[in-house]
C-alpha cells in the first residue's frame, strides 16, 4: 500500500536513504504510507504500542504479520510516517524493514534504553541506526557501544553493505 497524503512526511526518506551503502538501500525497499492514521486507513488494527504510544501517530513499520485482516497478496512490510518524522527516525525504522528482510535474526544487544522495549524487536533498529548515522543524529552514544559491546552485529552490517 504506496499511500502518500502529504510529501513533507516523506521528505526525510531521500536524505535517509542517501545514508545507507546502496545494497542495504535496495534491500529496505518497501511500501510507504505517510500522512494519515494507518488504523483508521485500514492497514493494521494495532493501536498502543507496548511501551504506551499510538500507532495512528507514531512513525513505525507495519510488517506482513500485523496485516493479518488483508488478503495475503495485498500484505507487505510498511514503512507507516503518519507524522513528520526526522532522518534519524527514518533510518531506524528502516531498520526494522531490513530486520524482517533478514527474518527477524539476529537479535543484537541492546544499544539504547529504547532498544529494550517491544521484546527485543526495537534492538535491531537501535543498532542498525547507531551504525548507518553519522555522529550528530544523536546515535553517538549508541554508535560507540555498539562498536564495544556488539561486533557481531557491525560485522553482519558490514558485510551485508558490501556489494
Known amino acids: 500500500m504506496n499511500r502518500v497524503r502529504q510529501h513533507r512526511h516523506v521528505e ?55 496485516q493479518e485482516h488483508l488478503p495475503r497478496g495485498d500484505r507487505a ?19 526494522h524493514v531490513l530486520h524482517a528482510a533478514l527474518r527477524l535474526e539476529p537479535q543484537p544487544l541492546p544499544v539504547t534504553e529504547y532498544a529494550l522495549t517491544s521484546g527485543g524487536l526495537e534492538a535491531f533498529a537501535e543498532a542498525f541506526a547507531a551504525w548507518a548515522l553519522p555522529f550528530g543524529h544523536g546515535y553517538g552514544a549508541a554508535k560507540d557501544r555498539l562498536y564495544e559491546r556488539d561486533r557481531a552485529t557491525v560485522a553482519l552490517l558490514d558485510e551485508l553493505a558490501v556489494p
Do not use: K, N, Q
Open 12 to 66: 526525510p526518506l531521500a536524505p535517509a536513504l542517501a545514508l545507507l551503502p546502496p545494497r542495504i538501500a535496495e534491500m529496505v525497499r518497501c511500501d510507504v504510507f505517510a500522512g494519515a492514521d494507518p488504523v483508521g486507513a485500514g492497514l493494521h488494527r494495532y493501536v498502543e504500542a507496548s511501551y504506551g504510544r499510538s500507532y495512528r501517530s507514531t512513525c513505525h513499520v507495519a510488517y506482513e504479520m500485523h
Open 77 to 95: 512490510v510498511t514503512l507507516v510516517l503518519p507524522e513528520v518524522p526526522t532522518v534519524a527516525v527514518v533510518v531506524h525504522e528502516l531498520g
